[in-house]
């Protein structure tokens, strides 16, 4: 089993930066491969961000460039760092792992087995 816990969430204005943290536990070959999620009230769950074995990224093109996907191995944590925040950036962000991802599919939700609970960020304008 995986357990994940995100932190570092909260209200920032338009322009401003967060730095997400994802604190990873249990199985680690059951998280292979690491993303970000985010889901805003009335929408679907979106992919952000996700990281490979390897340590190769992808990202949604809404976020490339503004966005940064990391993780620290031996902490075993998942950091998504944010610049250049937009109102439309405001969502529930989400951490996710899984053993193994196709390629094509890093940013879709169904390839991914491990949740966390979300920690919510606001921006505003």
């Known amino acids: 089993q995986v357990q994940l816990v995100e932190s570092g969430g909260g209200s920032v204005q338009a322009g401003g930066s967060l730095r997400l943290s994802c604190t990873a536990s249990?199985?680690?070959?059951?998280?292979?491969?690491m993303a970000w999620f985010r889901q805003a009230p009335g929408r679907w769950r979106e992919g952000v961000a996700a990281i490979a074995s390897d340590d190769s990224t992808t990202y949604a093109q809404t976020v490339k460039g503004r966005f940064t996907i990391s993780r620290d191995k031996a902490k075993n944590v998942l950091f998504l760092e944010m610049n250049s925040l937009k109102s439309e950036d405001t969502a529930m962000y989400y951490c996710?792992?899984?053993?193994?991802?196709?390629?094509?599919?890093?940013?879709?939700?169904?390839?991914?087995?491990?949740w966390g609970q979300g920690t919510q960020v606001t921006v505003s304008t």
């Open positions: 249990g199985n680690p070959h059951l998280r292979n491969y």
């Open positions: 996710a792992a899984t053993p193994l991802v196709q390629t094509t599919q890093e940013l879709l939700r169904i390839a991914y087995n491990y």
